[in-house]
C-alpha cells in the first residue's frame, strides 16, 4: 500500500500563488504516476494534473497555462504550482498515487481564494 501525506494548503487572494506538496511512502517502487485532483463543494471530483514516473504531464482544462507539476528530487514526492488563481479554485485538493497496488489518496489540503 501507499501512504500519501499533502501540505502546502491554504488562504490566498486571487491572483496569487501556492505550491502544494506531496510525499509518498510505502509500497513506491510499484507507483508509475502521481498527480492531483479537486473537489468544491457541491461539485464532482476533477483531475487538475498528473505526471508519470517517465516525467509526461496531464493537466485539467481549467487549469492549463496556471498550475505546472513536477516530481521532487525524490521520486516519491510531486508538487504542484499553483499561479493565478482565481475564486473557482477553491476546493479540497487531494494527492493520488497510481500504481500495480491501485490508486492511493491522500486525505486533502484545502485551498481557498478569496480576497
Known amino acids: 500500500q501507499v501512504q500519501l501525506v499533502e501540505s502546502g494548503g491554504g488562504l490566498v487572494q486571487p491572483g496569487g500563488s501556492l505550491t502544494l506538496s506531496c510525499a509518498a511512502s510505502g509500497s513506491i517502487a510499484r507507483i508509475y504516476a502521481m498527480g492531483w485532483y479537486r473537489q468544491a463543494p457541491g461539485k464532482q471530483r476533477e483531475l487538475v494534473a498528473s505526471i508519470s514516473v517517465e516525467g509526461r504531464t496531464n493537466y485539467g482544462d481549467s487549469v492549463k497555462g496556471r498550475f505546472t507539476i513536477s516530481r521532487g528530487n525524490a521520486k516519491s514526492t510531486v508538487h504542484l504550482q499553483m499561479n493565478s488563481l482565481k475564486p473557482e479554485d477553491t476546493a479540497d485538493y487531494y494527492c493520488?498515487?497510481?500504481?500495480?497496488?491501485?490508486?492511493?489518496w491522500g486525505q486533502g489540503t484545502q485551498v481557498t481564494v478569496s480576497s
Open positions: 493520488a498515487a497510481w500504481g500495480s497496488a491501485g490508486t492511493g
